[in-house]
Structures are given as structure tokens and as C-alpha cells.
């Protein structure tokens, strides 16, 4: 009795034991999961029947490659025939991709693969990515194959493409067959599993074959990757030298600078303005934004007006006329010089801004004379434009070498990745050519100063300077607030009404930024320089 007893207890706990381990292997309700049976044909073809379990109301779909790289300029190709589906979905085959759609239920797809078995020395190997491509999570892949032998090994992979980790479970099923098993595989993993056979078993048929088209020919290969290294030297290389040229400035900009000092005395008492290094309103702008601008021409009128080489007038008409004052000397400038003759050309001493309105005035001899004369001054080492101008044009030219390298490479012997790293250099070089004028020692130590100009136009009072002396150190230190883009907060300062250099101005505060945008407007039409746009140091 007690032994009846002691069976049926134990075929019980058998028969719970079962039932658990079933239950355990299903996959979760309301999840993707598939099982995938592969039988090896005697003629080398692999059968492949997918019973997919998919949710009510989903819609899922999974892309299949069918040319997979196998090494340098080799690709290993499979061929799909047979796709039938019993349920609810699609399929579709190319040359390079096998493609799936299914709908909720449950859809068994099966199809025949040619080129799955490949002579591995003196074995043969089965391969397949039995699932793999998916475009949502599968919560279960099964998976089980039989052949005309024994199968001698299984190397089952899962995860994502190009990993090395294993499956959840694979074995040979009591040396019968292959058993497989892969629990949550992500959207866009693989599970691919190899299986080994012993010769003779079945006739290999893979198909391996040089790689073609635009693939091959932007392969990565040694001397493409060569390219790469070399660029990535060149660019590295370039930001080292960039860095260097413009730390400098990076320091300039970055430092703590006060108010310099520009106010002197002579032996007398008097106070007067001596702006750092020397440097001219025009210039300003030009060291600190590296190109002649509009407002560096309007200030320069504005400081040759105060040198008493010009005088400016409000007159009718809210217009404004600009007068010969004293004639052109040796003290100034080439740049001025030019400024004058563009305003005044020999033989006019006298033009109001609207006939300048209506007169075409040629600039062009001014930025060429200031840019020349910052490099006189060595504040920079070469002309910032002509130096824009070669990194430019020459990173356009060897782009334009590189797409024609490119192609030409794509359409020959391959290796085109070469051409298009050149390219990509050359696009670079001419994107960066904006950053490639770089200050001399001389020009950061400038646009320092410039910085302590800014801080003197922002801290002085009138009291700061006797009543006396107001009258020119306001004047000469006007066009350096214009370029520097303090013209109104050194009006509101100093407030000044009767000046020696502009006359007929009822209000001067209102009838001067009034000017300088008319002039700005004319001097914009020569069309030889960048629009109004206030250097920021």
C-alpha cells in the first residue's frame, strides 16, 4: 500500500515538474516570439519553416541580408526561393535582402535557402541567421535543426550584429540534432547559428564572391584606411597649429583687462587723448574683426574731421556736407589719403552726403591700403583676406580633386574611399579658412589694448578731465567709440554741444548718430566692403 502510494507521489511531482518547464518555455502573452525548424536537404538546400507568434493588432515586419562581407573584398551571397506564408502577412526577395510583414496571430513561413553550407578544411559548416533584422523585441526564438548526419558542433550567436555572445542555450540534442534557444532578443539583433557536419555529407554550395558595386568600391581597405590615419593626422595637426597661432588671442580675449591709459599731460597740464600703440580708428576695426568694414571708414572720417583735415556741417534737407579743411600731408596714412581722394577727388573741396548718394565713390583702394598698412604695422603677417582667399580656394580645389579622385577610383580600381577622405579634408580646409589669419605677437598685445580702450570709453567722466581739455579729448576719442560701438553712451557722457570740426548742430547728441548712419548708407553702396557691423573685442 504504502509503496502504490510512494509511485503516485512521484508521478505526480514528475508530471508538475513537466508542466512547470513547459510553461516556463512559452513565451509571454502579448509578446513577438518565433520558432524556427531548419531540415538540410540531401542537396545541400536548407528547408526553413517559421512559426511566428505575433499580438492582435501589431503589425511587424523583419529584413533578412542576403550578402554578408566574408572578408576583404569578399561577400558570401544567399539566394531565398519557396516564401509562402499560411496566416496573415507578405514577403518579398531581392538580390540583396529577404523581407518579411506579418500581421496579429499566428503565421508558419517557410521558404528554402541555397548557399547556407560552406567546406570549413576538411568539414563542412551550416550557416544561418535564423532570426535576425526584426523591427520590434522577440521574447522567445527556438530553434532546431536535423541533417542527413550527425551534426558534429553548434555555435550559436546572439545579440547584436557583430557580437560574440552566445545564445541563452544550444547543444546537439542527444548528437541527433541542434537545439537553440534565445530569450529577449532586441530589436535589430541576430541570432546566427553555424552548425558543423562532416564531409561529404551534403555537397557545400555557399557562394563567395568579390564584392561589387559601390560597396566594393568604399570598402574599407588598407589604403583607404591609410587616407583616414593620414587625414585624421592633418586635422589634429591643423588644430595644433591653429591653437598656437590663435592663443594668443584666445588669451587676449580671455584676460582680465582694465581701463588703459590713454589720458596724458604734457609739461603744460594740459590732458590730451594718445590712443595705445598709436593705433588709428580704421585699424581698430580691422585688428579686431580681421576686415575692413564700413564702420572702420566712417570712424576714420570722423578722426580726420577732428584732425582738422575735414569739416562736417549739418545743413537743410537733413543732409549733411563734408569740406576740405587743410590738404592731404605726409602724416597721414595711406589708407586716409584714400579716404580723402574716395570723398574729395582732386579738384572738389567741398560734397554733401546726399551727392555722395548719388555719385559712385570706389572703396576699393581704401581696403587695399588698410589692409596693406595693418601688415605694415606688423599686427598681422599677411593680409587677412588674401589669406582667407588661399585657404579657400585652396580647400575648394582639393575638394573638387577629391570628388573627381572618387569617382574615378569608384569607376576603376576601387579603393574610392581614398578620393572622398580627400574631399572631406578639402571641405574642412575651406570651412576653416575664416579661422586661418592669425595676429602677429605684436597684433594680440594690440587687441589687448583695444580691450583697455573699450574699458577707459566706459569708465571716464567728465570730471576725470579738466573743463578745458573736454572739448578735445571727447572730439579725439569719438571715432574710437564709433568703431568700438560706444558712440552713444560717450554722447550721453559727455554731452558735448559746440565742437571746432562739425558745425550747425542745434543738437548734436541727436544730429550725430543721424550722420554716421547716412554715411554708413553711402559708404555700404561702393559694394567693396562688409556691411556696418561693430567689432566686438
Same mark, same amino acid.
Given at each position: 500500500?504504502?509503496?502504490?502510494?510512494?509511485?503516485?507521489?512521484?508521478?505526480?511531482?514528475?508530471?508538475?515538474?513537466?508542466?512547470?518547464?513547459?510553461?516556463?518555455?512559452?513565451?509571454?502573452?502579448?509578446?513577438?516570439?518565433?520558432?524556427?525548424?531548419?531540415?538540410?536537404?540531401?542537396?545541400?538546400?536548407?528547408?526553413?519553416?517559421?512559426?511566428? *507568434?505575433?499580438?492582435?493588432?501589431?503589425?511587424?515586419?523583419?529584413?533578412? @541580408?542576403?550578402?554578408?562581407?566574408?572578408?576583404?573584398? &569578399?561577400?558570401?551571397?544567399?539566394?531565398?526561393?519557396?516564401?509562402?506564408?499560411?496566416?496573415?502577412?507578405?514577403?518579398?526577395?531581392?538580390?540583396?535582402?529577404?523581407?518579411?510583414?506579418?500581421?496579429?496571430?499566428?503565421?508558419?513561413?517557410?521558404?528554402?535557402?541555397?548557399?547556407?553550407?560552406?567546406?570549413?578544411?576538411?568539414?563542412?559548416?551550416?550557416?544561418?541567421?535564423?532570426?535576425?533584422?526584426?523591427?520590434?523585441?522577440?521574447?522567445?526564438?527556438?530553434?532546431?535543426?536535423?541533417? @542527413?548526419?550527425?551534426?558534429?558542433?553548434?555555435?550559436?550567436?546572439?545579440?547584436?550584429?557583430?557580437?560574440?555572445?552566445?545564445?541563452?542555450?544550444?547543444?546537439?540534442?542527444?548528437?541527433?540534432?541542434?537545439?537553440? *534557444?534565445?530569450?529577449?532578443?532586441?530589436?535589430?539583433?541576430?541570432?546566427?547559428?553555424?552548425?558543423?557536419?562532416?564531409?561529404?555529407?551534403?555537397?557545400?554550395?555557399?557562394?563567395?564572391?568579390?564584392?561589387?558595386?559601390?560597396?566594393?568600391?568604399?570598402?574599407?581597405?588598407?589604403?583607404?584606411?591609410?587616407?583616414?590615419?593620414?587625414?585624421?593626422?592633418?586635422?589634429?595637426?591643423?588644430?595644433?597649429?591653429?591653437?598656437?597661432?590663435?592663443?594668443?588671442?584666445?588669451?587676449?580675449?580671455?584676460?582680465?583687462?582694465?581701463?588703459?591709459?590713454?589720458?596724458?599731460?604734457?609739461?603744460?597740464?594740459?590732458?590730451?587723448?594718445?590712443?595705445?600703440?598709436?593705433?588709428?580708428?580704421?585699424?581698430?576695426?580691422?585688428?579686431?574683426?580681421?576686415?575692413?568694414?564700413?564702420?572702420?571708414?566712417?570712424?576714420?572720417?570722423?578722426?580726420?574731421?577732428?584732425?582738422?583735415?575735414?569739416?562736417?556741417?549739418?545743413?537743410?534737407?537733413?543732409?549733411? *556736407?563734408?569740406?576740405?579743411?587743410?590738404?592731404?600731408?605726409?602724416?597721414?596714412?595711406?589708407?586716409?589719403?584714400?579716404?580723402?581722394?574716395?570723398?574729395? @577727388? /582732386?579738384?572738389?573741396?567741398?560734397?554733401?552726403?546726399?551727392? #555722395?548718394?548719388?555719385?559712385?565713390?570706389?572703396?576699393?583702394?581704401?581696403?587695399?591700403?588698410?589692409?596693406?598698412?595693418?601688415?605694415?604695422?606688423?599686427?598681422?603677417?599677411?593680409?587677412?583676406?588674401?589669406?582667407?582667399?588661399?585657404?579657400?580656394?585652396?580647400?575648394?580645389?582639393?575638394?573638387?580633386?577629391?570628388?573627381?579622385?572618387?569617382?574615378? &577610383?569608384?569607376?576603376?580600381?576601387?579603393?574610392? #574611399?581614398?578620393? &572622398?577622405?580627400?574631399?572631406?579634408?578639402?571641405?574642412?580646409?575651406?570651412?576653416?579658412?575664416?579661422?586661418?589669419?592669425?595676429?602677429?605677437?605684436?597684433?594680440?598685445?594690440?587687441?589687448?589694448?583695444?580691450?583697455?580702450?573699450?574699458?577707459?570709453? /566706459?569708465?571716464?567722466?567728465?570730471?576725470?578731465?579738466?573743463?578745458?581739455?573736454?572739448?578735445?579729448?571727447?572730439?579725439?576719442?569719438?571715432?574710437?567709440?564709433?568703431?568700438?560701438?560706444?558712440?552713444?553712451?560717450?554722447?550721453?557722457?559727455?554731452?558735448?554741444?559746440?565742437?571746432?570740426?562739425?558745425?550747425?548742430?542745434?543738437?548734436?547728441?541727436?544730429?550725430? @548718430?543721424?550722420?554716421?548712419?547716412?554715411?554708413?548708407?553711402?559708404?555700404?553702396?561702393?559694394? /567693396?566692403?562688409?556691411?556696418?557691423?561693430?567689432?566686438?573685442?
Amino acid at each position: 500500500m504504502l509503496k502504490n502510494w510512494g509511485a503516485a507521489i512521484f508521478v505526480a511531482v514528475a508530471l508538475t515538474s513537466t508542466t512547470a518547464a513547459g510553461a516556463l518555455a512559452q513565451p509571454l502573452p502579448g509578446t513577438v516570439s518565433t520558432e524556427v525548424r531548419m531540415k538540410l536537404e540531401r542537396d545541400a538546400r536548407l528547408s526553413v519553416t517559421e512559426t511566428v *507568434q505575433v499580438p492582435d493588432g501589431k503589425t511587424v515586419k523583419r529584413t533578412v @541580408p542576403l550578402r554578408l562581407a566574408v572578408g576583404n573584398d &569578399l561577400e558570401r551571397q544567399y539566394q531565398v526561393t519557396d516564401a509562402k506564408i499560411d496566416g496573415k502577412g507578405s514577403t518579398s526577395t531581392d538580390d540583396d535582402s529577404f523581407s518579411v510583414t506579418l500581421e496579429g496571430g499566428q503565421s508558419v513561413l517557410t521558404y528554402t535557402v541555397a548557399g547556407a553550407v560552406a567546406p570549413v578544411g576538411d568539414a563542412l559548416e551550416v550557416r544561418w541567421q535564423v532570426a535576425g533584422g526584426w523591427d520590434t523585441e522577440l521574447d522567445k526564438v527556438a530553434v532546431s535543426f536535423s541533417a @542527413p548526419d550527425s551534426p558534429t558542433s553548434v555555435n550559436c550567436l546572439a545579440g547584436p550584429v557583430g557580437s560574440s555572445q552566445p545564445c541563452t542555450s544550444a547543444d546537439l540534442a542527444d548528437g541527433k540534432g541542434v537545439r537553440a *534557444q534565445e530569450i529577449k532578443l532586441g530589436a535589430g539583433e541576430r541570432v546566427d547559428v553555424a552548425i558543423g557536419l562532416s564531409a561529404g555529407v551534403v555537397p557545400p554550395n555557399a557562394v563567395v564572391v568579390e564584392q561589387s558595386g559601390l560597396a566594393a568600391a568604399f570598402a574599407l581597405t588598407p589604403a583607404s584606411g591609410a587616407a583616414l590615419g593620414g587625414l585624421l593626422v592633418l586635422l589634429l595637426g591643423g588644430v595644433a597649429l591653429l591653437w598656437y597661432l590663435r592663443g594668443r588671442d584666445a588669451a587676449a580675449l580671455a584676460s582680465e583687462v582694465g581701463a588703459v591709459t590713454v589720458l596724458v599731460r604734457d609739461q603744460g597740464g594740459r590732458v590730451a587723448f594718445a590712443s595705445p600703440d598709436g593705433v588709428l580708428p580704421g585699424q581698430v576695426g580691422t585688428v579686431v574683426d580681421e576686415h575692413v568694414d564700413v564702420v572702420d571708414v566712417t570712424a576714420t572720417v570722423i578722426d580726420l574731421a577732428v584732425r582738422n583735415y575735414l569739416w562736417i556741417t549739418e545743413v537743410e534737407g537733413h543732409d549733411w *556736407q563734408i569740406m576740405r579743411r587743410n590738404p592731404v600731408d605726409d602724416s597721414l596714412s595711406g589708407y586716409e589719403k584714400a579716404v580723402c581722394e574716395a570723398l574729395l @577727388p /582732386h579738384g572738389v573741396d567741398a560734397v554733401s552726403v546726399s551727392e #555722395l548718394r548719388g555719385r559712385q565713390i570706389d572703396l576699393a583702394v581704401v581696403r587695399e591700403r588698410l589692409y596693406a598698412d595693418v601688415v605694415e604695422k606688423r599686427w598681422f603677417v599677411r593680409r587677412p583676406d588674401a589669406e582667407r582667399n588661399l585657404f579657400w580656394w585652396a580647400g575648394i580645389v582639393i575638394a573638387v580633386l577629391g570628388v573627381v579622385a572618387t569617382v574615378v &577610383l569608384a569607376l576603376t580600381i576601387g579603393n574610392a #574611399l581614398f578620393g &572622398l577622405v580627400v574631399a572631406v579634408g578639402g571641405v574642412a580646409l575651406a570651412f576653416g579658412a575664416r579661422s586661418m589669419p592669425a595676429r602677429t605677437r605684436r597684433g594680440s598685445e594690440l587687441l589687448e589694448h583695444v580691450r583697455g580702450l573699450r574699458g577707459y570709453l /566706459h569708465g571716464v567722466t567728465p570730471d576725470d578731465v579738466p573743463e578745458a581739455d573736454r572739448e578735445l579729448v571727447f572730439s579725439r576719442s569719438l571715432p574710437y567709440a564709433v568703431v568700438l560701438g560706444e558712440t552713444e553712451r560717450w554722447l550721453t557722457t559727455f554731452g558735448q554741444q559746440d565742437l571746432y570740426w562739425y558745425g550747425n548742430a542745434s543738437d548734436f547728441r541727436r544730429s550725430f @548718430p543721424a550722420f554716421l548712419g547716412a554715411l554708413d548708407g553711402v559708404l555700404a553702396q561702393a559694394g /567693396h566692403l562688409r556691411s556696418l557691423r561693430t567689432p566686438n573685442p
